[in-house]
């Protein structure tokens, strides 16, 4: 008998929108940084016309790329990631126009750990990843409380102990 999967309805915290923007931000800023040097050194040595074609060709890409993973990417990615926690089963979900879904047997999973860099670390976020046979997979930006309170239930329904270190 096959039982009815119903949608998950967890969310990643909103503050995870502004770890991500403060990243790409940092990144936009480095690659401002090269496309710059990359001009005045093009303008100082006189390199061949097509460089500086290319150069700006690099330019309104970059720009492009730092419109969608400043501005629109963190959104959609808070607004439509969703995962849910069952005895049997993790389900993660992510996507709006190709929609993901992943079932996690609890059964498999090997190890569950929580990961923060300094950009988590800032807004007091941790991303848990949970580990099996073949495949990591990332619950990304919970809030403390609620990160530790997921690892220990996975932890639990995977009857995995905790090791003391």
């Not at 093009?42 to 074609?53: K, M, P, R, S």
């Not at 929609?99 to 941790?126: C, D, H, W």
């Amino acid at each position: 008998m096959i039982r009815e999967i119903r949608e998950p309805l967890q969310r990643i915290e909103s503050e995870y929108v502004r770890a991500i923007r403060l990243k790409e931000c940092i990144w936009s800023a480095v690659s401002i940084v090269i496309l710059v040097t990359s001009f005045v050194l093009y303008d100082l040595y006189n390199w061949y016309t097509w460089i500086l074609v290319v150069l700006w060709i690099i330019a309104a890409i970059d720009f492009i790329y730092m419109i969608w993973s400043i501005g629109i990417a963190p959104v959609l990615l808070q607004r439509y990631w969703r995962y849910e926690l069952g005895k049997e089963f993790i389900q993660l979900q992510k996507g709006r126009l190709v929609r993901t879904n992943q079932l996690i047997p609890m059964a498999k999973v090997q190890y569950v750990s929580l990961e923060q860099g300094p950009f988590l670390r800032q807004y007091g976020l941790f991303n848990i990843e949970i580990g099996t046979m073949g495949s990591l997979h990332v619950i990304p930006g919970l809030k403390e409380e609620e990160a530790i309170a997921v690892r220990t239930k996975i932890l639990e329904f995977a009857q995995i102990r905790e090791v003391e270190s």
